[in-house]
Structure formats: C-alpha cells, structure tokens
C-alpha cells in the first residue's frame, strides 16, 4: 500500500493536509516500510496564490492519487471527502511517522 505522509519535520505527522508544501510518500507492504519520495506540493489552503480553490485541491489531490491513504494532523471535511472519492483514505494522526505506518494494515 502507498501512503503520503504531511509532515513539516520528517519525523512526526504534524501538519494540516491543505497546508501541506510537501508528501513524503511510503510503500507498506507485509510489514516492511520503504521510502519511496517526496512530493512537493503547492498548498490548498492559506496561500494567496491558490485560495480554496477547487483547482487548487484537485491538483494536490492528483499529486497522491497513486497512494490509497494519507496520515496529517488535520484535514477538513471538503477535502477528505474529495480524497474519498478518488479512492483515498485520510487518517488524522500526530504520530511518529515509522509508528504510524506500523500500524497501518
């Protein structure tokens, strides 16, 4: 399974998702975690140039969509239900990340 990680550190799970600048993407499969990239990411939200726009969503949404879950501190309804239907899970966590992804079946 591929997951996208919103993280500010690298460390721990501990950014907003439409304030994410970047996704740190991982392959979980049987236990093992590999890192696979990180994705750099214009964010949804408090930016002047993007606004909440749905442009501006789709697009960060179209960065992952190869990932079937994302683990952030925070998301809003709007978007994780857009991520829902792209067939995207959103997981709201403030864990380490190797310890979030640990966890993930």
Do not use: W
Request: some cysteine; overall charge negative.
């Amino acid at each position: 399974m591929r997951v996208a990680i919103v993280s500010s550190d690298g460390k721990v799970i501990n950014q907003h998702f439409g304030k994410a600048s970047r996704f740190l993407i991982f392959e979980v499969d049987d236990g093992k975690i590999q890192y696979i990239e990180e994705r750099k990411n214009i964010p949804v939200c408090g930016s002047a140039e993007t606004g909440h726009a749905d442009n501006a969503l789709n697009r960060t949404i179209a960065l992952i969509s190869d990932c079937q879950t994302v683990l952030c501190s925070r998301i809003g309804g709007g978007a994780e239900e857009e991520l829902k239907r792209n067939g995207i899970i959103s997981v709201e966590t403030t864990h380490f990340i190797h310890e979030a992804l640990r966890e993930i079946k």
